[in-house]
């Protein structure tokens, strides 16, 4: 009877795709989010920004600070500063003790199921601190490790440095007693995501910009070219422009803003702002302001498609006859925005181009040139291979057209090659490429012969995460 | 809550709007009732009639089968491509029977168990795919004595090979990580320098830069030469041998020198480009006229061609297989008269084909004999001939058969061509033929024959039997036949005559006359057994002369001039015979011995005549 009946969900989950789940963890930390998620997914669990807020208890010398994260709790409190853990011109860790607190709220406070503890201590019996936000665990240390049962997977920027590499393994090792441990670059989880051993990568990404060259499932290190020209640079230029548009445009960022009536286009802008009864910081500011010119970026901005540059006299004429698009702020001015939108972007790939702001950028940082330097520092017989594979990923390579204008640019670089790009459509594919990636590789059922085991790291110290994840 | 309030609520307006997909939703089949007549349900109209009909089956199946929901369990597992097996990772996995169970008992127990557990925890079933590259490993004593370079040292060559194992022979990875630092100089290490120089700021001595190709011809030429101390080249199987022709044949200058070409093609502007595009397209247009051009030419030459034979022909060379050849060229030349309209553009057709099929064969051993020579040419230590001359062509499909070509006489004779009119079934040995000749002889004939052939000295037995000599010592032995056949009848008469003779004798004792009537009796009967006895054409000769001998004389004293006439016709005659069969013999005899023997053959006709001619008298 039963062999008539058979039912499906009781089956051996069948290995035609190679998997073999161990319910490892993958964290992926970027300059702008922080993802973490079980491997097998395909989007991480839990997305955080990598800025964290810090709350000053106390005055002067007495002063205590407490770290709180989670997009949440960054909202308008006094004595609140906004930091990121990450360094602005490399996206690697800056902060350690910060990294490992935001690490372990992601993948212990978010991801792992809440284990029953003793009242004493679970907190409900103390008084309520604060009754927003997630409160760092400060008492990880005299728990039982809190990652005992799982593998971890973590991502790195292609030219971390060893140290700091040492440093991540002996956080998961030490601290969270994970089983297993790797160490993944980001353009080889990207083109893993992508389905591809061998690829260009062109990472788009918050605080950088990076062209990585990938051969059967590794960094090229010689390829490796990073840039800053990326979405905060991007964010740069939207706030020269506004700064020198006419009438010159405040930013006003959302949490000021109480209440607002519509007004006409151009027209100054009729609102009332909130008073707050402490002083707001300027990082707190800053990070709000970025907010909102993150959603200018993705509703105005667009990238000039090509062929040839945006400066090419014709094409900005083209542009002003098209209709443009129209951004409200948070206090209801609200503008259209016709060819100044392609403007702002084309320093990306023209630096003659690129609008005078805090960082200026040489020819060497365009993206092309990236991609130049990236492929002749490859062997000539994997440049075809390359330029056939091209992947491109990160949040700023969401711009509208920037694909056709990486395509323009590429034809124009390479005549006569075959150049094809992997441009996945869904926005979370591209953003979370890297953690996809990561995902991939921690569920293969060949990838467990790979892990450094805890084992390992006891005989070998720190440093066998040089030797193995190469 | 009625209609009008939900409306009211939804804000739509209050009539219309929603009856309309009300009265659609009747125009929807509807679901028919089994069990229930057409008619039946068509009372109903519009309003389908209210039946719920009772399905059974969904309870029914839900709980009749209801079997225990699976177990599952996180179980270890470990894999055994893994260097450190201590790591257990855990999957999820439907629990069997028998697992439960030991689980179950071994609950209660305590870690003594644990260890014996992990020998039967399952391996990974990934862990198959672990394969590993094979990289030379050499000892110390091997690299002084074998791989010594001017331009690696033995410390840059272990970095090398490190690479290479650790990237599993990815090249552009390999090239990619190089970094190697030479090690600073003895005494700075150990020496009186170290405490001054921080060893970390002690300027190094840079490591030459090296390119893909440096590396790359580095590491075969010692790859190659530890296959050599591993196992000489002549012991290499065919796959190995290749390899190690590959690894120390490989040229640095040639790749770089192609990857610098590659790199220019890459570099190129999007006219020149297009250009090459288009001269690539002319090329290829040129290329396919030519194809065609040479197969309009091929065609043409096999119609002016004489058959031009890829195959053995050694098939052909006995008579017998010339005869098969006949007959097929004969059915050939049938069928195409036949079906000469398609046979037309001489495409290939089955009976053309034929000859061919059956010469497939001895291809064999021309093959076998190639091996041979290339095995001896591998022991010597180049091989490279293998390759190209391994296999005899062999036509990679029958093409038309040419038709064959009528020979000349000369040709005839060159190629040994004979025409019979008619050939004996099955083959045969030409000496057999001889031999048939001489036994169907009588016992004493035989004798006699073999006495005169060894007064010749002929062996009675040919030792090269060759058609010209087969068909001399055929009309040799009729010779000889016919001068046994003389010689008995000779000696008849030679008898008879002494009868006579005596008869006479005795009669001229008793009655002198009526001397000449009896010669005249007796030339008769030497006429009439000349003429009974003597088939050869040479002997016709001495017949008449003796006849008109005897004619002329008509007297008892024999004609030297008679005689002697006789004698020069029959020694020409004899000489030639004995011409015609020299060149056969010469090969075999020495010459002086074939000239004894025509003279001694000449001597003997000579005397034979003189014999019978003295017989007539
Ligand atoms: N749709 C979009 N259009 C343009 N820029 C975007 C879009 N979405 C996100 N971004 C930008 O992408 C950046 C974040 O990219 P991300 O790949 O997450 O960075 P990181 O990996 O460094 O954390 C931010 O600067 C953000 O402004
Ligand atoms: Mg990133």
Redesign the interface.
């Known amino acids: 009877?039963?062999s008539q009946?058979p039912?499906p969900n009781?089956?051996?989950?069948s290995?035609v795709y190679?998997g073999?789940?161990?319910?490892a963890l993958v964290l992926d930390a970027g300059y702008c989010h922080t993802r973490a998620g079980f491997a097998g997914e395909d989007v991480p669990k839990s997305v955080l920004p990598s800025f964290y807020g810090s709350l000053k208890t106390g005055d002067g010398d007495a002063a205590t600070y407490r770290d709180i994260f989670g997009d949440e709790c960054l909202i308008p409190r006094a004595d609140f500063e906004v930091k990121n853990y990450m360094s602005r011109a490399e996206s690697i860790v800056e902060d350690w003790d910060a990294a490992t607190k935001m690490w372990e709220h992601v993948l212990i406070k978010r991801l792992q199921p809440e284990k029953p503890t003793p009242p004493s201590k679970n907190g409900l019996n103390d008084p309520v601190p604060d009754g927003e936000g997630d409160v760092a665990m400060d008492d990880v240390e005299d728990q039982e490790k809190p990652l005992a049962?799982s593998?971890l997977l973590m991502t790195e920027a292609p030219w971390n440095t060893g140290k700091a590499r040492e440093k991540v393994i002996e956080i998961a090792m030490e601290s969270w007693g994970c089983?297993?441990f790797w160490l993944s670059r980001t353009p080889v989880l990207a083109a893993f995501a992508a389905g591809k051993a061998s690829a260009l990568v062109i990472d788009v990404g918050g605080a950088n910009t990076s062209v990585t060259a990938i051969?059967?499932g590794?960094v090229?290190?010689?390829?490796i070219q990073k840039s800053p020209v990326g979405g905060l640079w991007l964010s740069g230029q939207i706030r020269s422009m506004w700064d020198n548009n006419d009438p010159k445009i405040d930013i006003v960022p959302s949490y000021m803003v109480e209440n607002k009536t519509p007004v006409d286009a151009g027209a100054p802008a009729q609102a009332k702002l909130r008073k707050f009864p402490y002083e707001i910081s300027q990082s707190f500011r800053t990070y709000e302001e970025e907010r909102l010119v993150t959603e200018f970026k993705e509703s105005v901005v667009e990238v000039w498609r090509g062929p040839g540059r945006y400066s090419n006299p014709g094409n900005e004429d083209i542009v002003r006859s098209q209709p443009g698009r129209v951004f409200e702020m948070p206090n209801g001015s609200n503008q259209m925005w016709r060819e100044q939108r392609f403007r702002v972007s084309e320093g990306m790939w023209d630096e003659t181009a690129a609008l005078p702001a805090a960082e200026s950028i040489t020819k060497a940082q365009t993206i092309p040139e990236l991609i130049k330097a990236a492929v002749n520092a490859?062997?000539?017989?994997?440049?075809?291979n390359l330029l056939g594979n091209i992947v491109i990923t990160g949040g700023t390579s969401l711009l509208n057209g920037f694909g056709d204008r990486l395509n323009n640019e590429l034809m124009?670089m390479?005549?006569?090659?075959k150049i094809k790009i992997h441009a996945p459509g869904l926005t979370t594919e591209r953003r979370f490429s890297a953690w996809l990636g990561g995902s991939i590789l921690a569920s293969?059922?060949?990838f467990?012969?790979m892990?450094i085991?805890?084992?390992?790291y006891e005989e070998n110290g720190a440093g066998i995460v040089e030797k193995r994840c190469? | 809550m009625a209609s009008h309030d939900v409306r009211d609520v939804l804000n739509l307006p209050h009539d219309g709007a929603a009856r309309p997909a009300k009265k659609l939703k009747t125009n929807v089949p509807r679901p028919s009732l089994k069990g229930l007549a057409r008619e039946v349900q068509n009372l109903g109209g519009d309003n389908p009639i209210a039946i719920v009909p009772e399905i059974s089956s969904f309870k029914k199946r839900r709980f009749g089968s209801r079997k225990p929901a699976a177990r599952w369990e996180l179980r270890p597992f470990r894999n055994s491509a893994r260097d450190d097996q201590s790591l257990h990772l855990r999957h999820w996995r439907k629990q069997t029977e028998d697992q439960a169970r030991t689980q179950e008992s071994q609950s209660g127990e305590n870690g003594a168990e644990q260890e014996s557990k992990s020998e039967q925890l399952d391996d990974s079933t990934f862990a198959k795919f672990n394969v590993q590259v094979d990289i030379p490993q050499y000892s110390d004593d091997q690299y002084n004595s074998n791989l010594i370079s001017r331009y690696w040292t033995k410390d840059e060559t272990d970095y090398l090979f490190g690479l290479v194992r650790d990237f599993d022979l990815r090249w552009p990875l390999i090239w990619d990580r190089y970094e190697y630092k030479p090690k600073p100089p003895e005494q700075a290490r150990n020496g009186e320098g170290a405490g001054s120089m921080d060893p970390r700021t002690a300027v190094m001595p840079a490591g030459r830069p090296r390119s893909l190709e440096d590396l790359k011809s580095r590491y075969y030429e010692v790859a190659a030469k530890m296959m050599v101390v591993q196992k000489p080249v002549q012991y290499m199987t065919q796959p190995e041998f290749q390899l190690h022709e590959m690894m120390a044949n490989f040229n640095p200058v040639a790749e770089t020198q192609r990857k610098k070409f590659a790199s220019d093609a890459m570099s190129r502007s999007r006219e020149e480009a297009q250009e090459e595009e288009l001269l690539l397209i002319e090329v290829r247009r040129i290329l396919a006229r030519q194809e065609r051009l040479n197969q309009e030419r091929r065609e043409l030459y096999h119609r002016l061609d004489y058959p031009q034979t890829e195959q053995d022909i050694s098939a052909f060379k006995s008579s017998a297989g010339l005869a098969t050849l006949l007959q097929n060229l004969m059915n050939v030349d049938k069928t195409k008269k036949r079906k000469s309209l398609m046979e037309a553009n001489g495409v290939n057709t089955p009976a053309s084909a034929h000859p061919s099929d059956r010469l497939g064969h001895p291809n064999s051993t021309p093959i076998s004999e190639n091996r041979r020579e290339s095995i001896a040419a591998s022991s010597t230590g180049h091989r490279d001939s293998i390759g190209g001359s391994e296999r005899p062509e062999r036509p990679a499909k029958k093409g038309p058969q040419p038709a064959p070509k009528k020979l000349s006489e000369q040709e005839e004779h060159i190629y040994g061509v004979v025409h019979h009119d008619r050939l004996p079934s099955g083959p045969t040995f030409r000496y057999e033929r001889i031999n048939k000749i001489l036994t169907t002889k009588s016992n004493a004939q035989h004798q006699r024959i073999t006495n005169t052939l060894a007064e010749l000295d002929i062996p009675s037995r040919l030792n090269m039997p060759t058609r010209a000599v087969v068909e001399e010592m055929e009309k040799l032995l009729a010779s000889i036949g016919v001068l046994l056949d003389t010689r008995k009848l000779s000696d008849k008469l030679d008898a008879e005559i002494k009868l006579e003779k005596a008869k006479k004798a005795e009669r001229e004792k008793t009655m002198a006359p009526a001397q000449t009537g009896k010669a005249a009796e007796s030339a008769k009967v030497n006429g009439d057994a000349k003429k009974d006895g003597v088939n050869g054409t040479h002997s016709t000769n001495g017949d008449s002369t003796s006849a008109a001998t005897a004619e002329k004389t008509n007297g008892d004293v024999p004609a030297t001039n008679g005689s002697t006439n006789g004698e020069t016709n029959g020694n020409s005659d004899t000489t030639a015979n004995g011409d015609g069969a020299a060149p056969g013999d010469k090969g075999v005899r020495p010459g002086s011995s074939s000239n004894n023997r025509k003279r001694s053959v000449s001597v003997l006709s000579g005397i034979s005549d003189k014999s019978s001619k003295r017989q007539k008298k």
């Open positions: 009877m039963s009946h039912l009781t089956q051996q989950p290995d190679g073999d789940e161990v319910s049962e593998p089983p297993a051969h059967d590794m090229l290190k010689r390829s490859v062997d000539v017989d994997l440049r075809p124009a390479y005549p006569g090659m293969l059922g060949t467990h012969q892990w085991s805890r084992k390992e190469k």
